[in-house]
């Protein structure tokens, strides 16, 4: 092979390796979005009949899943319980204050003038029960299905894959419940 010709072709295979090493830089600057943190707030009453919670143990239980969603300046607070403490409570409640992201084209983004400055923020897959959960968290299922219908909502999401096998006072397996949601970029270190 000639010089010049495998210069080419050594040239060549550089730039076809440079090209392919940027294309999943490329898909995640594709897949990230301009958006703003804007604050909600709910109250939620859990009427589970399978699982029971205390008023702590139901405030503890949400605030993971929020957490897990990216919520930023969050407030869960017990709403007043009527039992003692360590005691399952019939109807347990929460309030929640918080802020989640929304894109910043959104009309949502347009009604808070304090909704600060954009961030680039990025798509992540968030289970919140996986398919393949034992019995004892499967005893969470009518809490997930409670939780999908009163706070997903409050996030901007997509993809949300959601089975339930939920029988009331039985525990079975096969409740899942997942989303893409908008996360904020992760923190430096």
């Known amino acids: ?17 440079a090209l392919l090493a940027g294309v999943p830089v490329l898909a995640a600057a594709k897949d990230t979005v301009a958006a703003v943190w804007v604050p909600k707030k709910t109250r939620f009453i859990y009427q589970g009949f399978t699982t029971r919670y205390t008023c702590g143990g139901l405030r503890d239980e949400v605030s993971h899943m929020l957490r897990k ?12 319980c009527g039992t003692p403490p360590g005691v399952p409570s019939p109807f347990p409640g929460v309030t929640v204050k918080m802020r989640v992201l929304v894109p910043a084209s959104s009309p949502q983004a347009s009604k808070y003038k304090s909704a600060g400055a954009p961030v680039q923020a990025h798509w992540e897959e968030v289970v919140l029960m996986p398919s393949n959960a034992g019995f004892e968290s499967q005893g969470n299922c009518e ?15 997509r993809n949300v894959k959601y089975e339930s096998t939920c029988v009331p006072y039985q525990l079975t397996l096969g409740t899942h419940l997942s989303a893409q949601v908008l996360m904020p970029p992760p923190k430096k270190r």
């Open 69 to 80: 969603l990216g919520a930023q300046d969050l407030h869960v607070r017990e709403v007043p």
């Open 1 to 17: 092979m000639s010089r010049p010709r495998f210069v080419w072709r050594l040239a060549a295979a550089a730039a076809a390796a």
């Open 143 to 157: 809490l997930i299905e409670e939780f999908k219908e009163s706070f997903l909502p409050l996030f901007t999401t």
